[in-house]
């Protein structure tokens, strides 16, 4: 038998043929604590202390979504899903709301403030979601049968 040659371990940044790089998921951990710590302070008050006669709706999901976040800091692939709806409803509001809105010259104080804050969601997560994956994943892998 000839000797086995033990393999090096790979390098943060390299990755196998079908997974996302070490670097990667540091790089989503990251991004669900900031969203974790954000939430200490924007999502929980509201929760804890609620104002009387809220609705609480919006308070709720953001609630539910930092909760979610917390799951991300360890399970950062499985709770992409969570990077993708923010995606894709900040792209959809810009596309749809915002920037016809600016174009049309209907700016005011608050859709400055939406623009930046809810205009730099789809440049921040298509930055630092993982494309590749979501691709063999979500697109291109068989669907789950239906019976």
């Known amino acids: 038998m000839a ?9 943060p940044w390299e990755r196998g043929e079908n997974e996302v ?12 604590l900031l969203w974790v710590v954000a939430g200490l302070f924007m999502a929980l008050p509201p929760l804890i202390q609620p104002a009387p006669g809220a609705r609480g709706m919006m308070d709720s999901m953001f609630g539910g979504l930092w909760v979610m976040g917390v ?5 950062p692939l499985q709770m992409l899903p ?8 900040k792209t959809i ?10 174009m049309a010259g209907a700016g005011s104080p608050r ?17 630092i979601i993982p494309w590749g994956y979501v691709w063999r994943n979500y697109v291109k ?7």
Do not use: C, H, K, M
Request: zero cysteines.
């Open 82 to 89: 969570i990077f993708l709806f923010e995606f894709v409803w």
């Open 93 to 102: 509001w810009v596309l749809a709301f915002g920037l016809p809105q600016w």
């Open 111 to 127: 859709l400055s403030n939406d623009l930046i804050s809810i205009g730099n969601g789809p440049i921040l997560f298509g930055l």
């Open 3 to 11: 000797p086995t040659v033990p393999s090096s371990p790979p390098r």
């Open 71 to 75: 799951f991300g800091l360890r399970y």
């Open 141 to 147: 892998a068989p669907a789950e049968r239906w019976r």
């Open 21 to 32: 790089s070490l670097v990667r998921l540091y790089v989503l951990r990251a991004n669900y």
